[in-house]
T-cell receptor, first 117, second 114 residues
Framework: AQKITQTQPGMFVQEKEAVTLDCTYD???????LFWYKQPSSGEMIFLIY??????QNATEGRYSLNFQKARKSANLVISASQLGDSAMYFC??????????????FGQGTTLQVKP | ETGVTQTPRHLVMGMTNKKSLKCEQH?????MYWYKQSAKKPLELMFV???????ENNSVPSRFSPECPNSSHLFLHLHTLQPEDSALYLC?????????????FGSGTRLTVV
């Protein structure tokens, strides 16, 4: 069974500094996708970045990068140059790509990030 | 409108009431989902609809009844709820079968059962 673990309930970072949010996963599938979402206090889940299990390069999207270490089953999110607007809840998620797993995007517990001015 | 739209944004209902949550997606996706987000818990997948057919029911109590009349609309009918059902209910959609399996979420309905 697939599982996502985020061990940091809360994190603080100084504005303009970089921060790493941890995520480990467990799956027996060879083909899967890893996602990071941001959830501000308004409740909407905002897609940030995606990494496929066969992608050789780490995914990057602007200030977001995903440090993908397949052998260790980790998919940490790195936010560079933090901004006050980055304060939110961050969720790591995974879905296996097997035909029996249509639609099963499974989430971790989330990490609350607070950016200090 | 674009994206995934959920209505209402907030809902307060008594335990004997019947209400419905609505989700509409304007992305041409073929799969839609309901998730429940309770305080201090991970998002829980409730229902999956793929091409309007329900393909997943994650042991959800029968007081929650989903309906998917077409690939653009998804409803969650609620009746005789319990206070522990108070949560944020999120709808999402995706295009299955085309490689990238990105999900787009709505803003959610914050439900309070009194």
């Amino acid at each position: 069974a697939q599982k996502i673990t985020q061990t940091q309930p809360g994190m603080f970072v100084q504005e303009k500094e970089a921060v790493t949010l941890d995520c480990t996963y467990d799956t027996s599938d060879q083909s899967y996708g890893l996602f990071w979402y941001k959830q501000p206090s308004s409740g909407e889940m905002i897609f940030l970045i995606y990494q496929g299990s066969y992608d050789e390069q780490n995914a990057t999207e602007g200030r977001y990068s995903l440090n993908f270490q397949k052998a260790r089953k980790s998919a940490n999110l790195v936010i560079s140059a933090s901004q006050l607007g980055d304060s939110a809840m961050y969720f790591c998620a995974m879905r296996e790509h097997g035909s029996s797993n249509t639609g099963k995007l499974i989430f971790g517990q989330g990490t609350t990030l607070q950016v200090k001015p | 409108e674009t994206g995934v739209t959920q209505t209402p944004r907030h809902l307060v209902m008594g335990m004997t009431n019947k209400k419905s949550l609505k989700c509409e997606q304007h992305l041409g996706h073929n799969a839609m989902y309901w998730y429940k987000q309770s305080a201090k818990k991970p998002l829980e997948l409730m229902f999956v609809y793929n091409f309007k057919e329900q393909t997943e029911n994650n042991s959800v109590p029968s007081r929650f009844s989903p309906e998917c009349p077409n690939s653009s609309h998804l409803f969650l009918h609620l009746h005789t709820l319990q206070p522990e059902d108070s949560a944020l209910y999120l709808c999402a959609s995706s295009q299955e079968g085309k490689g990238y399996y990105g999900y787009t979420f709505g803003s959610g309905t914050r439900l309070t059962v009194v």
